[in-house]
């Protein structure tokens, strides 16, 4: 249970205290009325005596009365059906009016992973607990609430006060010994009539009060009398002094407005069966100071009620402090001289009469067991009366004089004799089965031992449990178990037995009242936060139980409160359904209560959380959200948060610009940047390195220090840290992820921007006129999907803009039952225009140790673009743009540059990833360049101008699909603009087709080099040309060019895969060795003489050359260090191929280039594949592999092969042509060496080209030798050839040691090609 303001001691002395009744005069009560106050309300703040009181207990005891209260109020004779009805209509009016103060208390618990709020003590079950304890009806079975005393008030203004006082008298002994009323109940016979002179002091003789008073000591004695002045001041003096108001706590606060509430809700007035257990004729409320009287009647209206003048206005407003002091002073007065030895007689009369008629001791301090349990138990005569819950007693039964001795004892604090006489009663209404007396005697004996004073024995729980399931269950009277549940739990949560209270109040909550299970349920809830160890899902549970049922009771306040409360621990638990439902009636609890925030924010959080319900429970979410928002917010000043759809605030895209138009015709438009791209970012790192160098190459060879690369499209994964630019009058894109979470679909419609705008000159504008918004009109989102949505912003002005959101209308659309069908107007209509605002996180940093210990975000700036002056805005068109090319193909295409932007541009530049792939004939350098400008006529493009440019494209030289960048770059023509240059990207995709193999080599001869050229047709025989033509073969080279034809003597045609074997001789150019001039040599093969300078192919083979040429270690030889085989000869091969297509025969032209570094070492045209390294497996045990011989021991012998270089021979007569050649071997070192010559033939080597694969060594194939240390030998050999061509005689493998040594023979190096002419005679 929650904390209370008064201790559990305090809380059960107050609930049982002596009843005083008040019996005025009418002139006495319209004196006491001139405070707006009844006699009993004006004696209610002073009836707690604040000094000791005395009593002698049976034995002559002292006992002391500490703080003891009374309780004073009128006599209540009217029908009990005016008390009985409005009872729990007052409880539940208690309950309303007491709500959460602000600024309470609360307690702050962390358990676990739960952090609560919630209120330290709950008033507004104190006010119930109190108020019920006060209407509890009165009862024959206990006599704790029966009137002890009765206090006769007449005034002094009386014309024979004393004979009013008979009056009084008379009237009070009617009502209680006439038998015409049935309330109140009286303790005993002779009640105590104690008689007060109500003084007037304005108004009346002071000196005839003290002559009457005087009278009434000689008639009452002083004990039996008061004279009580009131009224010292003037009410129309009241301003003048300030008096302090201590009866408003006191009264009942119930208003006209409050009641006509109960009246019309029909659960907060209902009245079950089950909870008046006694006759109407029994029951009666003796603590309300006036009758109530509810009529049935429908049509009286709730202001015909009668209601006590309370609240409204001040109270004791005749009254001066000293008045109060008398008011106190009479009150103790009364209790020391009149009341407590009223009570002390009657408790030693109780005793004397108990035990006479035991015949046994004179005092019930040393009795026996046997003086309180032993007798025979009365006998009851068939006629006496039974009462529904066992006998009812007569009121001389020594049963009840025993129950109304102790309830006297209990009533002055006397606990101890009050339990034994408890305990005594209680074994004898057991034996007489008077289980509603018995119930009663348990219960006053358990609250009798707690309060005993050192704790003699242990509070008797079971007492208090046995008495609420006889209440309960035997005598169905639900109010005495209630009050029973109230204290036994109140006592347990005193001892920190807060399981047991919960339990025991959880068991008293039912069907028949909803506000008493709600107030049990709630306190249940706080046993269980209290607890050593929390139980925070308990709490949790029995808050959200508490709330229903303070819901159903018409607490739509405390109904609220329950449910926050409860939310705190379901909140992000993943208790979707749990979290739904207690939202959703947190929502709806708001709205009724005009919360109309409070509600919208409820609902809100339904349709955020990632709902498990049905469509059909979502659908009704959406609307209850709507409705709130439609119906009670009404018009805002500011837009709304709308919950839906979800906004994935990281997966934001802004494009900057203009989107690009599409092909027209024949033209395809560059492909530039756009959001409907996958953003690569391995292919942004290209452009940044391409757009790099453009920007070097334009500012004369660096790029400058506060470089930053254009950024036309941001996402999560581009750099945001800095604000990007756009252009003035080019419109902001804002690319935005929308998903819906629901199970049924959404309508989004009139959708736009939330931006904010400053101008350059710090001068807020009119927004209107600084941005452009684009509105889309409809947007549908189906059921759980997700779909992007493009907004624009066009900017107007220069300055700075940050998109802060997005505003929209959302409603419900119609499901797919009534999408093709007319919606009702009230779906059609049940939407609200509301905004979502973009918050976009920057990425983790992680760069310093502080970042790495805490979470740190950066910032992200794609939401905030600076507006900067008009620039240009270049289009690029291409016509007839080819999308396959052979290998080496040279195709002309037409690129169309065109300006639509406002300003001039100039300085136009593009860069490409393949500078070998294009050209505009415009290359005015020899050596390898990435970027080239764009020749435009007079050097810039004015805004709307347009031209066109020719350009040619060579097939790349590797077989495949090509991904070729091209960016193109430009500056503005006026400066001063923050944007000093812009980009353009294109990406073009070529399908690179096999034409010619190139193979060739070279091998010195003489004072020169013979170049040995292998072309091969490997065109794709389906689709590609069926013939090629080489046209013409060139060199370039600083060192080498060719000079002479060597083979073939005529046009060179090949059809498909066939090959040509082309022989050309080299000579040495004599330059100087810092010259990088190049010497380029043309030997046609045709009948078409073509110059190479005349043509495209230096444009194109002068920016590759270098990527061509890769670094080749030089070859070292005996004599010297120098690199004397480097060659540095391309070879070039223009060739034609004519094709049909679409029935016209088309020629195609190209070329192909082979580098040639090193002589002895092949170079080819193709490039090779790429293809993915195999897997190697591992290997656990190392493997040794035999070592290469080290350089020297292949350098043992030198060879030379001695021959004519032409030789005829007629293969008519001799079909064998044999040759004599000499080979001569020379050792180089000091030392003997064993020589082995091997002639075979080893076609499948791959040293040996296909010159030689059609002769053979005739004689010896192989030999062995010695050769001494510097000797040279010649050995004649004989090579046998079959017909006429060009051979290679170089194929003798020459293996050398040292003589006499261990390890194998090396083989040694060979020397250039030998070749030889075989002509046909």
């Not at 009434?216 to 010292?232: E, F, T, V």
């Not at 509603?436 to 729980?461: D, H, I, K, N």
Request: contains cysteine.
């Amino acid at each position: 249970m929650a904390q209370c303001v008064q201790s559990v001691e305090e809380f059960v002395q107050d609930s049982f205290v002596p009843m005083v009744a008040v019996l005025c005069s009418e002139e006495a009560e319209r004196v006491s009325m001139k405070n707006n106050l009844h006699f009993s309300e004006l004696l209610r703040p002073f009836c707690r005596l604040t000094s000791e009181g005395h009593i002698r207990d049976p034995n002559n005891q002292v006992h002391v009365v500490k703080n003891l209260r009374i309780c004073v109020s009128n006599i209540a004779t009217g029908p009990p059906s005016s008390a009985a009805m409005p009872r729990r209509r007052l409880l539940s009016e208690v309950v309303q009016s007491t709500q959460p103060q602000e600024g309470a208390a609360t307690n702050v618990m962390t358990t676990g992973d739960y952090e609560l709020s919630f209120s330290v003590t709950t008033p507004w079950f104190e006010a119930y607990r109190e108020n019920f304890l006060q209407s509890t009806p009165v009862s024959d079975h206990e006599f704790l609430n029966h009137y002890l005393a009765c206090l006769l008030v007449a005034s002094s203004s009386e014309a024979v006060p004393v004979e009013q006082f008979l009056k009084l008298s008379q009237e009070q002994h009617r009502i209680q010994h006439s038998g015409e009323f049935p309330l109140p109940k009286w303790f005993t016979p002779n009640t105590l009539k104690y008689y007060v002179l109500l003084h007037d002091v304005s108004a009346s003789d002071e000196l005839r009060a003290d002559a009457v008073y005087e009278d009434m000591k000689q008639r009452y004695g002083a004990q039996g009398c008061h004279l009580l002045k009131i009224n010292s001041c003037n009410a129309s003096n009241q301003g003048t002094e300030q008096i302090p108001d201590p009866w408003s706590q006191y009264l009942q606060r119930r208003s006209q407005d409050s009641l006509e509430d109960v009246v019309s809700s029909g659960g907060a007035v209902e009245l079950g069966a089950a909870e008046v257990e006694f006759p109407l004729e029994e029951v009666g409320v003796p603590g309300t100071v006036c009758s109530y009287t509810l009529n049935t009647d429908p049509k009286m209206a709730a202001g015909d009620l009668e209601i006590p003048a309370c609240g409204a206005e001040n109270h004791g407003a005749c009254l001066s402090l000293n008045d109060h002091d008398r008011i106190r002073h009479f009150i103790q007065d009364f209790t020391f001289r009149g009341l407590l030895p009223h009570i002390e007689k009657n408790i030693r009369q109780l005793n004397d009469q108990l035990v006479s008629r035991k015949g046994l001791s004179r005092s019930l301090f040393t009795a026996t067991k046997k003086w309180f349990g032993g007798g025979k138990i009365p006998e009851k005569s068939s006629a006496e009366p039974k009462s529904t819950c066992g006998v009812l007693y007569p009121p001389e039964a020594p049963e009840l004089q025993i129950r109304k001795m102790a309830d006297l004892c209990f009533l002055v604090q006397h606990y101890e004799l009050a339990y034994s006489c408890y305990h005594t009663a209680k074994k004898d209404f057991l034996s007489d089965q008077a289980m509603l007396y018995a119930a009663g005697a348990l219960e006053m004996a358990a609250v009798s031992a707690f309060l005993q004073a050192g704790a003699p024995r242990p509070y008797p729980a079971h007492y208090m449990d046995t008495a609420i399931q006889t209440y309960r269950d035997v005598c169905r009277n639900t109010v005495l178990a209630e009050r029973c549940a109230l204290l036994s739990a109140d006592i347990l949560k005193s001892q920190g037995k807060y399981s047991e209270a919960a339990t025991l109040l959880i068991k008293m909550t039912s069907e028949d009242c909803d506000l008493r299970s709600a107030l049990l349920l709630e306190q249940a809830a706080h046993c269980f936060i209290n607890m050593r160890t929390p139980m925070v899902r308990k709490f949790s549970f029995h808050m959200i139980l508490a709330g229903h049922r303070f819901s159903k009771a018409g607490q739509r306040r405390h109904a609220l409160r329950c449910y926050l409360q409860a939310l705190q621990v379901y909140r992000g638990r993943g208790w979707s359904l749990a979290e739904d439902h207690i939202n959703f009636t947190v929502g709806r609890q708001s709205f009724t209560l005009g919360q109309a925030e409070c509600a919208a924010a409820a609902f809100r959080l339904v349709l955020t959380n990632d709902s498990r319900q049905t469509a059909a429970q979502q659908g009704a979410f959406l609307r209850e959200f709507l409705y709130v928002h439609q119906s009670t917010l009404g018009i805002p000043e500011e837009l709304p948060l709308l919950p839906l759809p979800h906004i994935h605030s990281s997966a934001v895209r802004v494009y900057l610009g203009h989107e690009r138009r599409p092909a027209q015709g024949e033209k395809q438009a560059a492909t530039h940047v756009s959001l409907d791209q996958e953003l690569d970012h391995d292919q942004a790192a290209v452009w940044v390195r391409l757009e790099e160098r453009l920007v070097a190459a334009a500012n004369g060879g660096a790029a400058p220090a506060g470089f930053q690369p254009t950024q036309s499209c941001l996402d999560q994964h581009t750099d945001n840290q800095r604000p990007p630019q756009a252009v003035v009058n080019e419109p902001v894109v804002v690319e935005l992820t929308l998903r819906n979470p629901l199970k049924v679909p959404l309508l989004l419609s009139d959708l736009s921007l939330l931006w904010t705008f400053q101008e350059d000159d710090d001068a807020t504008t009119d927004e209107d006129e600084a941005v452009t918004p684009e509105v889309v009109q409809e947007f549908f989102l189906s059921p759980e999907e997700t779909k992007t949505i493009r907004l624009r912003l066009l900017p107007c002005r220069t300055g700075q803009m940050k998109v802060v959101g997005v505003a929209y209308e959302l409603a419900a659309a119609p499901c797919a039952e009534t999408l093709h069908s007319d919606p009702s107007p009230a779906l059609r209509t049940l939407a609200v225009r509301g905004r979502q605002d973009l918050h976009i996180q920057g990425p983790r940093l992680n760069l310093t140790k502080e970042d790495k210990m805490t979470v740190r975000h950066g910032v992200d700036c794609r939401l905030e673009p600076v507006i900067t002056a008009p620039m240009p805005l270049m289009e690029v068109f291409f016509l007839d743009f080819p999308t396959a090319l052979l290998c080496g193909e040279v195709r002309r295409t037409v690129v169309e540059f065109g300006n639509v932007g406002a300003v001039a541009l100039r300085g136009l530049r593009v860069a490409s990833t393949h500078a070998d792939f294009f050209t505009f004939g415009c290359r005015t350098t020899r050596t390898r360049t990435d970027e080239e400008v764009v020749p435009i006529d007079g050097g810039e493009l004015r805004p709307g101008e347009s031209t066109q440019l020719p350009l040619w494209l060579r097939g790349p030289d590797q077989e495949g699909v090509h991904e070729i960048h091209f960016l193109f770059y430009y500056q503005s023509a006026e400066g001063g603009s923050k944007v000093r240059h812009r980009v353009l990207h294109h990406t073009a995709f070529i399908c690179a087709s096999r034409s010619l193999s190139v193979r060739a080599s070279a091998r010195r001869s003489g004072g020169g080099a013979l170049v040995f050229v292998d072309v091969e047709n490997i065109a794709a025989s389906d689709g590609g040309p069926p013939d090629f033509q080489i046209l013409q073969v060139s060199s370039s080279s600083r060192r080498w060019r060719l000079h002479q034809r060597i083979n073939p003597t005529a046009d060179c045609k090949l059809s498909s895969r066939e090959r040509a074997k082309l022989c050309f001789r080299a000579a040495p150019c004599y330059h100087s060795q810092e010259s990088e001039q190049h010497t380029v040599a043309d030997l046609n093969l045709g009948s078409e003489q073509t110059m190479s300078s005349s043509t495209r192919c230096p444009d194109f083979f002068f920016p590759v050359s270098k990527s061509l040429q890769p670094e080749a270690p030089g070859s070292k030889t005996l004599d010297s260090g120098t690199k004397c085989d480097e060659l540095d000869l391309t070879i070039i091969i223009m060739w034609k191929a004519p094709v049909l297509e679409d029935n016209k025969e088309q020629i195609l032209e190209g070329q192909l280039h082979v580098a040639l570094q090193t002589i002895g070492k092949d170079a080819t045209s193709l490039l090779p594949k790429e293809e993915a390294p195999e897997m190697m497996l591992l290997k656990f045990k190392s493997e040794l592999l035999p070592a290469p011989p080290p350089a020297e021991f292949s350098q043992l012998i030198k060879t030379n092969l001695e021959h004519p270089e032409n030789f005829t021979h007629s293969f008519h007569r001799s079909s064998l042509c044999v040759v004599p050649v000499a080979l001569t071997l020379s050792n180089c070192c000091s030392d003997a060496v064993d020589v082995d010559v091997d002639l075979r033939n080893r076609s499948g080597s791959s040293e040996s080209p296909d010159v030689h694969s059609c002769f053979s060594w005739v004689g010896k194939s192989r030999m062995a030798l010695q050769l001494q240390p510097r000797e040279v030998r010649s050995v004649g050999l004989r090579a046998c050839f079959l017909r006429a061509g060009v051979y290679n005689l170089n194929t003798p493998r020459i293996s050398a040691r040292t003589a006499g040594g261990s390890g194998s023979a090396g083989r040694q190096a060979a020397t250039g090609p030998a070749l030889i002419v075989i002509g046909c005679a």
